[in-house]
């Protein structure tokens, strides 16, 4: 069957995608904006959440990356017209993603504080770090559990169900964040930091009781392990593999940024959590399209049609720069009114609001690498996506962010330390895509 490339086709798929898409930075934004109103400890608060947020992102975005490759595969397969052959994976590789989860889990849980002090965290900011990850931690399985799902949908062109299992886990914990931080007199204390931690780890158990729930009765795809394994999972052990060190490039950038922020005090790791929170917000709401690129691209690649995957690149790039325009508008309009909802303290946000120009001018740059970066991880390129991570991380990113420590450039230094890291991902993306497929193209 061929593949639909228009502008009604690719938002039934972006659309819903960017919905589900955002729902994680929404959970931390969340956390964010509320923790940063407690009432006591506000300041320190707000730092923990960050720490632990950033550590946590680490470990769900390094074992996640299996939805990617399952979406792949599943996607290519369909536009192939062999399906069937690949109704076994799934369950082999949640059960292997789950298990490597739960050691890891298990491998941390000990040694809490340890991790957090190479954060250059102590003090009470320390303390609240080791009780908020040791109740958020215990989610860390369940969201590998529901990327999977995601990305079985996914690969079967659908982003509808994962936009309401987003949803559901989104309203829930806001919902619960209020309850449980602020608490309700007579009723519920208040539990500040921890009470943050308790709605995120309800929402996840709820979204992963909802994922199981509609992957049962809404696909034929079976959760129940059987052997022998599936001649693909090789493939995708691998494309996870490339995607797994591809990941801890990009969190050594990210980690990197939050130790050296800890470094300057806390009202710097206090503007840059809510910096980076509303970069990684509208970072996911443009990987609305790279989902997008990511589902067709894989089909249209299975399918041999090359003019179609060329097209599929013009025209994705096209609405998903218009999307980074309007949120770059959106920002400049409501500069100040962005910051006040996560804080109230003056030193945080104005340090904060020295920097918020650098997140918003880098959209545009933003758009083009996560939109290919979707599209690179249709096609299965995940060899190529690693090598170019780890060129911008270690050739852009570090270099950038050493030199504005020396020359005592505070944040400043940090956030083009990130531009730079986005330009050379993106360029490398264009070259390549490019370079690859317009012979094809000429060919086909």
């Known amino acids: 069957m061929k593949t639909t490339i228009n502008f009604k086709a690719i938002n039934r798929l972006a659309i819903p995608a960017t919905i589900a898409g955002i729902a994680e930075p929404l959970l931390s934004i969340t956390d964010t904006a509320i923790v940063g109103n407690i009432p006591v400890d506000g300041v320190e608060s707000l730092a923990a959440a960050g720490i632990v ?4 992102s680490m470990l769900i975005w390094v074992l996640g990356q299996t939805r990617s490759a399952i979406s792949a595969i599943i996607s290519q397969y369909l536009g192939a017209g062999r399906i069937e052959d690949v109704k076994t994976l799934p369950a082999q590789a949640i ?121 049962y009765t809404k696909t034929d795809i079976s959760l129940k392990l059987r052997f022998p394994f599936n001649p693909e999972l090789g493939r995708l052990i691998g494309m996870s593999l490339n995607l797994f060190v591809r990941t801890i490039a990009l969190n050594t950038a990210m980690l990197l940024a939050v130790r050296e922020a800890t470094d300057m005090g806390p009202r710097y790791i206090g503007a840059h959590t809510i910096a980076i929170n509303l970069w990684l917000f509208s970072s996911f709401f443009i990987d609305g399209y790279g989902a997008a690129a990511n589902i067709m691209g894989g089909r249209l690649l299975g399918a041999k049609d090359y003019n179609g995957l060329w097209t599929l690149a013009k025209k994705i790039t096209g609405y998903g720069s218009v999307v980074s325009l309007v949120l770059m508008l959106a920002a400049f309009l409501f500069y100040d009114p962005i910051g006040n909802v996560f804080s109230n303290e003056t030193i945080v946000l104005e340090t904060f609001y020295a920097v918020f120009f650098i997140l918003i001018l880098g959209l545009p740059i933003n758009t083009v690498a996560f939109v290919l970066d979707g599209l690179f991880k249709g096609l299965g390129e995940m060899k190529y996506l690693r090598n170019t991570l780890l060129a911008a991380t270690f050739l852009g990113f570090i270099p950038v962010l050493y030199l504005g420590k020396y020359m005592d450039w505070k944040l400043y230094g940090i956030w083009m330390a990130f531009t730079v890291w986005m330009l050379i991902r993106g360029a490398a993306l264009v070259w390549k895509f490019r370079r690859k497929f317009r012979p094809l193209l000429q060919n086909a």
């Open 95 to 215: 059960f292997l993603n789950i298990s490597l989860s739960l050691l890891i889990l298990g491998s941390t849980i000990f040694i809490v504080e340890d991790i957090f002090k190479l954060f250059n965290a102590s003090g009470k900011i320390l303390d609240y770090c080791v009780s908020y990850y040791s109740i958020r931690v215990w989610g860390f399985p369940l969201t590998l559990f529901v990327f999977a799902v995601m990305g079985i949908f996914r690969g079967l062109q659908n982003t509808y169900y994962p936009m309401i299992i987003a949803i559901t886990g989104a309203v829930l914990n806001i919902g619960l964040d209020f309850l449980l931080v602020y608490g309700v007199e007579g009723w519920i204390p208040a539990l500040y930091l921890d009470g943050a931690a308790y709605a995120s780890l309800i929402a996840q158990g709820s979204m992963a009781v909802m994922a199981f729930i509609l992957l």
């Open 53 to 56: 947020g950033s550590f946590l």
